[in-house]
């Protein structure tokens, strides 16, 4: 640096320590005596040319709900629900990027309704990764504890431009998910009314609609320094994002609501023979009205901008068994993969997986007690077991029920349990692949042994030797089961010796039959 003590800098060197302290402290900000990029004149050929604004969507409700289904377990209408407005919505967001909007089209903001754990943030997250739009998550207890209502939700709207890489056409039509919006709401039981809540809602009301936020956060110091540069440029301000095509969905426990949808149903039902409900929890919720989020304390413009509701219900032990089971965000997959990084196997018996399930519901949070309820049980084999010579167990229903007694009896007598459980391992491969290819694998027990002791000597896990050593079985079993019809298919200590010659020979043997069956 020059000396500045002799006098002022130059205009030259001034501009060189300002840039300079710019890139220091400020990377994301442009100084405003940066050389300007140089713009390429070359003309591009159509092919080349792309609307930063261009938006794909061709998915059917049916497409989301089937999607779903894979991750969220029950809460079937609500999926449909879901499905009808997403799609509504993005083919309104796909016909505005191409100059065809609905001029009276009105936006379907969802508010979702149900218990904790029940899969509401699971479905947005879900829908939003299928459809491919950014996605920000925001908690409202946040604005009505701080006071501090329009900056707060201002910045989730500048968080979507974050999520996607900067680029503000692509986060004018993501999706902002709100949870806790039910703590916004007034007491029906209060003396007036609760300011910091009907505040936040009114500052929401701007959003939900159509309104301009500025990229940049008045707050932000970076911000400040952008806004002042730009001006000193001759710019009439930032970047700003629009809110029109963003869409807001809005969810709550609504704990006490369900008494207030059966009040007015008793009401309205005077004189005749109608019943709120058909007696299950929560049941009285699909009749959830306007008027009934307005007794329970929102405000009627508020919750008139939210126009599709949907409602999930509480899970039952089955449900929970089923999201253990079938659902392919499982909880226990996350273990798997947890003691995988070990180079330990896992395998969970369903049994073991049902008073899981049970255990769970007795925790009342829904699909979080899964979590709870696993790591209780399986927080001290994690501690122990990658520190010992056990790299295989078997969860199951007496683990579940006393986790410190079984992992002892493992430590304990490891050496024969671990061959017992990489024998099932084995006969777990034989049915996935049943599974998956319709083609039974039968091991014996003595072939059964064999692989797990050659597993053992390639330090690979059982699964994954079963993969390579029998990759070719799939291709080579179809063609046998085309030319015989068999399905069925033993897999004896020959076999897992010289597998590539076993399964060639069948396949020949097959079309010697064939030909001979003909003839």
Not at 424 to 441: A, C, P, S, T, W
Not at 472 to 477: C, M
Request: hydrophobic content about 35%.
């Amino acid at each position: 640096m020059s000396d500045l003590s002799s006098g002022p800098p130059s205009p030259e060197e001034f501009q060189k320590h300002i840039t300079e302290f710019m890139r220091q402290h400020f990377p994301n900000v442009a100084s405003p005596f940066a050389p300007k990029p140089e713009v390429d004149s070359t003309p591009k050929s159509p092919t080349e040319k792309k609307d930063p604004g261009q938006f794909e969507f061709d998915k059917k409700p049916r497409d989301i709900k089937e999607y779903l289904d894979r991750f969220v377990i029950r809460q079937d209408e609500a999926k449909k629900v879901l499905g009808v407005a997403m799609c509504d919505h993005y083919h309104q967001v796909r016909l505005a990027r191409e100059g065809k909007e609905q001029p009276n089209y009105t936006k379907q903001n969802i508010i979702l309704i149900g218990p904790t754990g029940v899969g509401k943030t699971y479905l947005i997250r879900s829908v939003a990764d299928l459809i491919g739009v950014p996605f920000v998550k925001g908690d409202a207890t946040k604005f009505s504890e701080t006071g501090y209502v329009g900056g707060d939700v201002e910045d989730l709207v500048r968080e979507l431009v974050r999520k996607a890489d900067g680029d503000i056409h692509r986060a004018q039509y993501g999706i902002i998910y709100i949870d806790e919006i039910d703590k916004l709401a007034s007491a029906s039981d209060s003396r007036g009314r609760d300011v910091s809540g009907r505040g936040v809602q009114t500052n929401l009301l701007k959003l939900m609609e159509e309104t301009e936020v500025p990229a940049r956060s008045q707050n932000d110091l970076a911000g400040q320094m952008q806004a002042m540069f730009d001006l000193q440029r001759g710019r009439k301000g930032g970047n700003t994002i629009n809110t029109k095509h963003i869409l807001f969905i809005v969810s709550g426990a609504f704990d006490g609501l369900e008494k207030v949808v059966k009040r007015r149903s008793r009401e309205a039902a005077i004189g005749f023979t109608h019943r709120a409900d058909d007696g299950k929890e929560g049941a009285a919720l699909d009749a959830v009205q306007t008027r009934d989020f307005i007794e329970f304390g929102f405000e009627p413009e508020f919750i008139g901008r939210l126009p599709v509701r949907v409602v999930c219900h509480p899970l039952s032990v089955d449900d929970l068994f089923q999201v253990l089971k079938s659902s392919e965000g499982s909880i226990i997959h996350q273990y798997e993969q947890t003691l995988g990084a070990y180079g330990i196997e896992a395998m969970f018996e369903e049994d073991a997986l049902r008073r899981i399930a049970e255990l769970a519901f007795e925790e009342q949070t829904g699909a979080r007690g899964l979590m709870t309820v696993c790591e209780r049980v399986l927080r001290d084999f994690k501690y122990e077991l990658p520190s010992t010579a056990v790299k295989r167990f078997v969860v199951t229903r007496a683990l579940v029920d006393n986790p410190q007694a079984e992992l002892k009896k493992l430590l304990q007598e490891h050496e024969r349990e671990e061959r017992t459980v990489l024998r099932q391992l084995v006969h777990d491969y034989g049915n996935k692949f049943e599974e998956l290819h319709g083609l039974r694998l039968r091991f014996s027990e003595t072939a059964a042994d064999l692989i797990a002791v050659e597993a053992l000597a390639a330090q690979k896990p059982v699964r994954e030797y079963c993969a390579v050593k029998f990759k070719d079985f799939q291709f080579g079993l179809k063609l046998i089961n085309q030319n015989n019809g068999q399905t069925e298919f033993i897999i004896d200590d020959a076999v897992v010796g010289t597998p590539d010659n076993s399964l060639s020979n069948w396949v020949v043997a097959s079309y010697r039959n064939k030909a001979e069956a003909s003839g």
